[in-house]
């Protein structure tokens, strides 16, 4: 170090959730004669809007050069005070983020002297780091006005669609031979009495008419390269045709697929026991009477949650935990259809939680008022479906007249089977998008981010990412619209400079740092009589799995370099006096 | 890529209305895109409800870890505009597609860009209101940060209106001040807090008829507020403290001579703030002391000399010069001693003649001459004698009760009207018959009659009432040959005073003495002489005197440092409507008065004692605290005090904003169901039957007892039931939707107060239980697994047992069946929402369509969601249906992305 660094320590009580534990002024103090620790102060919010006010004052009026905040986890407030930073003119990859709360307080909850102690650790460590930062700036890529949606269903069409609208170019992958999906084949939609095939068939007009989109149907998508804001996309169109496409964003609604049941489920496989998607299909094609293989339907028993809510077992031991959402709805509807061909039709409901959330509890309201019988079952007791004296026969014992089991004879079974993720390995290996516990695709943050991925540039929307119904499909494909929108309507991204880097006089190009990148993010490269390897900006994470593999200590990430580790490790290994 | 530069357009391309979760999703996705954004929140805090959670489901993240990034990324973005504390007051669609918005930034009476957010000004705040960022479980002050991670982080001040006591007052004392000084316990501050609107606190303390207490809010409840006997407490409180003032002369002395004729309560105001700003005041008295009414007008039992002499301390203290028995011959006689402004402030003390005969007799007498010259103790005895008050004015009383304390073997007082026509106050009356005076109504003295030059009897004449004379009273009239003869050996005549202004009506315009001055600037038509207090208006209250004297000094301040004299004097708030301060309080208890300590009637009658007593310190402060604090903002001026960037400004007023935008997103939220309706859960009456906003207040990181407690008692609760579907799914409250919420953050709130309180049972009375969204029946299975109970049912009845603990009656679906009781310490109620309506308010064309629920409707909410019936206006959020977070942001993102192509769409066109 040529010169003496002026650093800015700030400690956060996070309101409690730190110095209940943590004894912050402790941890201030014992940092205060660090060299190179100009300011070693605490906030009771460090992220609230004053604090920062008077952290960037400080920053602006002691000439700081860098900048420690002692907090929660960085994956909360790293860019929160990298802003921060900005705004005092300070580089924002000279601040450091110590993480005082998951790493500390919350961890340590029964032991505040250690906590203190550790504390004290970890923030030498930071300062440590940060002493040796230097001013970086973020790579900025130009971005592709282009987007590349992949799955015609709803979703993916109408978020097509919003895109032109919004002046971008649009290409629309379907893997069938056309758009639409499932919602062309599940007739009306309950509650908004729309038929799936005829909102299909609008917004595929709306496409057709659309300068901006380019519909690939019977279209896979077979590889991808480049990142954020520059993305090359192959498809492979009919009679093995490849596309090649250079697109700044890709949005993913692959959908869903329906629930299958095992054989025997509730009766599966006998005569009379279906899907509801089946039963729905049976209903719309019924002109007068309802019959089911000649035989007219006097009864029908319909089972939810078939496929959904499940608890692990020999027959089922990768177990669907998740809710699917939208049967209690689809099938509670599907009653006031039934209802409206046959009054006369006696129904069962065989649920254990009616879940018409929000307005379509009127849905559930009008199937009881109209008659329909709803009895509860659980899963330590589930519903039997049997064949007696040639008719289907349900054996079901009812939380609500006292677990007697009732027996219930059923012209029809109708299994409310929900949603799964789709089997699409294939499109995942080359994505890459994580997956949550239940195999959806995995968003962000379930709450505050529910479209957008860890892959950045590839968005998600609609079932491909949970369970939704039509309308909460389309509304989450407009959300990834939006965020589309946002990231290429500016022109420009900004990625991150902590990123690998070569020493060009320590390489010698043994290609190993290539072998261990999973993001093809090294090149080879001649300089002067030698070949070295090269890092790929806008493909380089930052992840560092080159790193340890160079025989040569050759490469570096930026931002965890040697040098800074082993001050980090000299720093926090020096005594703390017990506090 | 970015959106084409604009012509002449709008002056934002979108306006979003409501800070919450949509709109800071909505506005950071129209910012990213390039366009510029108007955010619009009508609390001093973007954040929405969100901000206010204590952990979200299923994640369980801290709810201000995961909001606070989201409120500093929309404060902080270059493409957003974030106006907070500002009111829609109108949206209106233009031809062309453009939306013309009327807003107004309501005044918080701080000023934002100077303010630190230090919260020193609601530290020392004295008036405490229900906190409602903690969904009023308790309270916070009126001078506020709304909660610890507002974005801005700025104090606001809640004014809602002038208090009824302040303004009614004509000096605009600021009684609600200082009374909630004292009930803070901060007496020298309510006594210099004071001092701003008048000098003369022990004078006014004693004497003052105080309007203040007549206009009352609490009179609507049981009676007035004490204020004088507040007055009276800190007055002499500090008096006892301080026998000098202390302070001196102002440290930045002018040049500036005013001088001032007559040293009464007029006179001695405007002095005193004259001082206060450095001009050298003279005042001139005519008497041998000074300080006019006050000490020769007043008898000692109310306001004896010392207090006086106290009071004008205050005065003096400021380098007045006070010249007694100096009187003052001619304005012209000032001028050339070289005063650059004179203040007339000679009162009304020339006393009104009846005009019959014997009224030169020795032994007929004006009020004012027998007050004072019992008051200076050259009054003749009297003990004995039978003396007769004429006139039924306050002005009567004074000598009828002097005379008692006197000795007089009989005093009675003689009005032409009846006892209600009597323009006394009700109160002195009875204080005079209680004392021994009689009243001899409808009687006037048609002539003094006497022996050797001396009053020996007065002959009466009956009188009765005629038709109303110009003023609505009844006119008496003579009843012809009533006369009798009534044997008096003093008659004093208090039917009325002159203005004592002989001596300027040459210079000065006048009417019938009344010397004319501007009502705004006490300035006469010379433009150096000013003139107030009763030489003005005729007699009237100390209090107006003082009024005057304040004002005069105001513009004669202005006037003598060459300031133009068109600005406003004291800009005052609208008066508070009593109603909604008394609808406000009808769950407030009635509190008798602490009433002053009275000197018995036996003593009153023989001494000039001041028969009022003082409160105790517990008493005064007991009767400050029936105080209702009607302006809300008391203006104890203590955050004015403290504020160390000087950013407190009362006179701070909404400023109308008018924009042109290119579209509206509409993100207002919800309303929360009182569960109150529900009368068989008593919410409303048991304490510890709460909601479930309350529950996440008691949950969160900033929460109001640092524990999970139950109100009544502070006692950890070691039964928690939580009550589902209370006016949602609910046809009793008329709300048949599933609020879509409730049954996740009752799970969450039972798994929080698990973590909290380890050992407690945890119930949760369901009908279904609605985990419905990603990762949400995992949750509620998690839930099950930490022994979290549910039970199906529905809960019919609560009722508070002895001990602590309520009985919880519900309907058992399951199992045993029947009605079922199970006994629980805390009781949360989750509760359904409510529309939020405002937004058919703000749009002005009226074809803003509602569902039948009345929210926002989409038209078409499988193709277009967030569009509505309006073409450009866009809804965000839970405007449309009660969602939770997630379902939110997917519907915001999806109004951003309709509000950027119809930005698009309508651009090109243009």
């Not at chain 1, 008719?391 to 609500?400: I, M």
């Not at chain 2, 602490?594 to 007991?622: H, I, N, W």
């Not at chain 2, 969602?883 to 939110?888: L, M, S």
Request: one cysteine or more.
């Amino acid at each position: 170090m040529t010169q003496k660094r002026r650093i800015g320590v700030y400690i956060c009580h996070c309101g409690g959730n730190i110095s209940d534990y943590v004894n912050v002024e402790k941890v201030a103090d014992a940092v205060k004669g660090v060299p190179g620790v100009e300011v070693a102060k605490t906030h009771v919010f460090a992220c609230s809007d004053a604090s920062q006010q008077e952290m960037i004052n400080e920053i602006k009026e002691q000439h700081l050069d860098g900048l420690v905040v002692a907090s929660c986890s960085p994956k909360l407030h790293m860019f929160t005070f990298r802003g921060m930073a900005k705004r005092a003119d300070l580089n924002p990859y000279q601040y450091i983020q110590v993480n005082l709360r998951e790493q500390c307080s919350w961890a340590h909850t029964s032991d505040k002297i250690g906590a203190t102690e550790k504390g004290i650790h970890l923030l030498r460590a930071g300062i440590a780091k940060c002493a040796l930062t230097h001013p970086l700036n973020a790579i900025r890529v130009e971005t592709k006005p282009r987007v590349l949606v992949i799955g015609a269903g709803v979703a993916g069409m109408r978020a097509a669609i919003m895109l032109a609208d919004m002046g971008l170019a649009v290409y629309l992958v379907e893997r069938e031979n056309q758009p639409g999906g499932w919602a062309r084949v599940t007739g009306e939609q309950g509650p908004e009495k729309q038929n799936g095939d005829q909102v299909v068939s609008a917004l595929a007009e709306r496409i057709r008419q659309h300068d901006n989109i380019m519909l690939y149907t019977g279209a896979e998508v077979v590889s991808k390269d480049g990142s954020i804001g520059d993305f090359t996309v192959a498809l492979r169109l009919k009679g093995s045709e490849t596309v090649s496409l250079n697109v700044g964003a890709i949005i993913v609604a692959t959908g869903f697929a329906p629930y299958q049941p095992r054989a025997g489920e509730y009766g599966w496989g006998l005569p009379g026991v279906v899907s509801l998607a089946d039963f729905r299909q049976l209903l719309s094609e019924t002109k007068g009477r309802l019959e089911y293989q000649g035989k007219p339907v006097r009864s029908v028993a319909f089972i939810y949650c078939v496929g959904s809510r499940q608890t692990e077992s020999e027959t089922c031991p990768e177990p669907n935990a998740y809710c699917s959402r939208y049967c209690c709805s689809a099938t509670t509807h599907t009653a006031g259809l039934l209802r409206q061909l046959d009054a006369k039709i006696h129904q069962y409901h065989l649920y254990r939680d009616v879940r018409t959330y929000g307005a379509l509890e009127k849905l559930y309201e009008k199937a009881r008022t109209d008659g329909a019988l709803f009895l509860r079952w659980t899963p330590e007791k589930p519903p039997r479906v049997e064949t007696k004296d040639g008719r289907l026969s349900v054996l079901v014992t009812d939380t609500l007249t006292g677990n007697e089991e009732l027996e219930i004879g059923a012209d029809l079974v109708v299994l409310a089977t929900g949603m799964e993720p789709r089997q699409n390995e294939g499109l995942n290996s080359i994505l890459k998008i994580p997956e949550s516990t239940d195999g959806f695709y995995k968003e962000i943050h379930i709450k505050l981010r529910p479209v957008e991925t860890v892959i950045d540039g590839v968005f998600v929307a609609g079932a491909a990412q949970g369970p939704k119904a039509l309308a909460e499909s389309v509304a989450s494909a407009l959300a990834a619209v939006a965020k589309t929108g946002g990231l290429l309507k500016k022109g420009f991204v900004d990625l991150e400079p902590l990123i690998a880097k070569v020493n060009p006089e320590k390489c010698t190009w043994c290609d190993k740092c290539l072998q261990a990148c999973p993001y093809g993010a090294i090149k080879r490269i001649h300089t002067g009589e030698k070949e070295i390897a090269l890092v790929i900006e806008s493909l380089c994470k930052g992840e560092g799995a080159c790193v340890p593999v160079c025989p040569h200590d050759a490469i570096e990430i930026e931002g965890y370099r040697d040098d800074q580790i082993m001050a980090m490790i000299d720093a926090s290994l020096k005594e703390v006096a017990t506090p | 890529m970015n959106p084409s530069p604009k012509q002449a357009g709008p002056d934002y391309d979108v306006m979003i209305v409501g800070a919450g979760v949509a709109g800071m999703e909505t506005a950071a996705s129209l910012g990213d895109m390039g366009y510029k954004v108007l955010l619009v929140e009508k609390k001093p805090s973007i954040g929405g409800r969100a901000i206010l959670l204590s952990k979200v489901f299923p994640t369980l993240d801290c709810a201000s870890c995961i909001v606070t990034p989201k409120m500093a990324a929309a404060a902080h973005h270059p493409n957003i505009d974030v106006k907070v504390y500002t009111e829609v007051d109108g949206i209106a669609r233009n031809a062309d597609g453009t939306f013309a918005v009327d807003l107004h930034s309501k005044a918080a009476y701080v000023d934002f860009d100077a303010c630190t957010g230090c919260g020193k000004c609601e530290e020392v705040c004295t008036v405490t209101v229900p906190d409602e960022y903690n969904y009023n479980l308790v309270t916070r002050r009126v001078a506020h940060i709304p909660f610890p991670q507002a974005v801005p982080k700025k104090a606001v001040i809640d004014r809602r209106g002038e208090a009824p006591c302040t303004f009614t007052c004509p000096a605009n004392v600021k009684a609600s001040g200082y009374i909630s000084l004292v009930r803070a316990g901060r007496y020298k501050e309510a006594f210099n807090l004071h001092l701003e609107n008048a000098p003369l606190v022990g004078c006014l303390a004693r004497s003052c008829y105080a309007p203040c207490e007549q206009d009352c809010t609490r009179c609507g409840k049981e009676e007035t507020v004490h204020i004088r006997g507040i007055k009276r407490f800190f007055a002499d409180h500090y008096y006892a403290d301080h026998p000098e003032p202390e302070y001196g002369p102002v440290e930045k002395q002018r040049d500036t001579r005013v001088a001032i004729v007559g040293s009464g309560p007029a006179g001695l105001s405007a002095a005193f703030y004259l001082a206060r700003n450095g001009h050298q005041v003279t005042i001139f008295e005519s008497e041998t002391q000074a300080g006019g009414m006050l000490r020769t007008g007043i008898p000692a039992y109310r306001l004896p000399n010392d207090v006086v002499d106290r009071d004008i301390k205050n005065v003096t203290a400021l380098g007045v010069t006070i010249k007694t028995s100096a009187p003052v011959g001619s304005v012209a006689e000032l001028k050339a001693q070289g005063f650059q402004a004179v203040f007339i402030a000679t009162g009304a003390s020339d006393e009104k003649k009846l005009g019959v005969e014997g009224e030169d007799l020795a032994g007929v007498m004006g009020c004012m001459a027998f007050l004072r010259e019992t008051k200076i103790g050259t009054m003749p005895d009297i003990r004995g004698k039978a003396v007769l008050v004429i006139g039924g004015g306050n002005s009567a009383m004074d000598p009828a009760r002097s005379a008692i304390r006197m000795g007089a073997k009989r005093v009675i007082i003689q009005y032409r009207r009846g006892r209600d026509e009597m323009p006394a106050h009700d109160w002195e009356i009875k204080g005079a018959i209680e004392e021994g005076v009689e009243l001899m109504l409808l009687s006037t003295p048609k002539r003094f009659l006497g022996k050797n030059g001396k009053l020996e009897a007065v002959e009466c004449l009956k009188m009765q009432l005629g038709a109303p004379d110009e003023s609505g009273r009844r006119r008496p009239e003579v009843v012809a040959g009533s006369e009798t003869i009534l044997p008096i050996d003093l008659a004093i005549l208090a039917i009325g005073l002159n203005p004592s202004t002989s001596k300027f009506t040459g210079e000065v315009p006048h009417k019938h003495g009344l010397l004319k001055a501007d009502t705004r600037t006490m300035q006469t038509a010379d433009p150096a002489v000013f003139a107030g207090g009763d030489c003005v208006t005729g007699p009237t209250m100390i209090i107006n005197a003082i009024g005057h004297g304040r004002r005069a000094a105001f513009y004669m301040d202005r006037f003598l440092k060459g300031e133009a004299l068109d600005i406003e004097f004291e800009a005052l708030l609208e008066k508070t409507d009593k109603d909604t301060v008394l609808a406000e309080a009808k769950s407030f208890r009635t509190r008798s008065p602490v009433l002053q300590p009275t000197l018995a009637l036996a003593e009153r009658k023989q001494s000039f004692a001041c028969y009022e007593g003082v409160m105790t310190d517990d008493e005064a402060r007991r009767e400050a605290h029936r105080c209702m604090n009607c302006g809300q903002c008391a203006q104890c001026m203590e955050c004015v005090n403290i504020c160390p960037a000087f950013c407190i400004d009362f006179d701070m007023r909404a400023v109308a904003k008018k924009f042109t935008v290119g579209a509206v997103v509409l993100s207002t939220g919800f309303e929360i169901l009182d569960p109150a309706a529900k009368k068989p859960l008593n919410y409303a009456t048991l304490p510890d039957v709460i909601d479930g906003p309350q529950m996440d207040r008691l949950l969160a990181p900033t929460r109001p007892y640092n524990s999970v407690l139950r109100p009544s008692d502070g006692k950890q609760p070691e039964s928690i039931a939580f009550v589902l579907c209370n006016g949602s799914r609910d046809q009793t409250l008329c709300n048949p939707l599933c609020c879509r919420i409730g049954c996740m953050y009752a799970i969450k709130q039972a798994q929080l107060a698990m973590g909290a309180l380890p050992l407690a049972d945890v119930t949760i009375y369901t009908i279904d239980v609605r985990a419905f969204g990603k990762g949400y029946d995992e949750f509620y299975e998690q839930a099950r697994g930490m022994g979290v109970q549910f039970v199906k049912g529905k809960v019919a009845r609560i009722e508070q047992l002895e001990g602590g603990q309520m009985e919880l009656a519900y309907e058992d679906m399951e199992g045993a069946g029947g009605t079922q009781k199970r006994k629980h310490d805390l009781i949360v109620l989750t509760v359904g929402f409510l529309p939020n309506t405002d937004a058919f308010k703000l749009y002005k064309g009226g074809d803003l369509g509602a569902d039948e629920l009345n929210y926002v409707k989409e038209v078409d909410p499988i193709g277009e969601p967030g569009r509505t019936t309006v073409d450009g206006l866009f809804a965000a959020g839970a405007i449309i249906g009660a969602r939770d977070i997630p379902d939110t942001v997917l519907h915001a993102g999806a109004a951003a992305a309709q509000a950027a192509a119809y930005l698009e769409r309508t651009r090109s066109q243009r």
